[in-house]
């Protein structure tokens, strides 16, 4: 079945990095556009980028400079590289599978910026 597990979330430091993975089973990441999205606590959900079947990228302008989405087909996994991290992207981030108007979710990894 259809399956999105994220990691690589954790506590860092204002300014660091973090890269996130989002492992996927029951099908072909190449296949879909992916997409991780971010919530914070009382706001709404934030879409962060997205990337599509044939390669193409986008970023909230949040994000852009210091987020690259990026995909390894071998291990049919989505990465989130993340730098210059600041205290506003504190969230909980999500990996998503796109198929036409429906999503599937995957369960989360917290990112906390802090000092």
């Known amino acids: 079945q259809v399956q999105l597990v994220e990691s690589g979330g954790g506590l860092v430091q204002p300014g660091g990095s973090l890269r996130l993975s989002c492992a996927a089973s029951?099908?072909?990441?190449?296949?879909?556009?992916m997409a991780w999205y971010r919530q914070t606590p009382g706001k709404q959900r934030e879409l962060v980028t997205t990337?599509?079947?044939?390669?193409?990228?986008n970023y909230a302008n949040s994000a852009k400079g210091r987020f690259t989405i990026s995909r390894d087909n071998a291990k049919n996994t989505v990465y989130l590289q993340m730098h210059n991290l600041k205290p506003e992207d504190t969230a909980v981030y999500y990996c998503?599978?796109?198929?036409?108007?429906?999503?599937?979710w995957g369960q989360g990894t917290q990112v906390t910026v802090s000092s």
């Open positions: 998503v599978r796109f198929l036409g108007g429906s999503q599937y």
């Open positions: 029951g099908f072909i990441v190449t296949h879909y556009t």
């Open positions: 990337i599509t079947s044939g390669g193409s990228t």
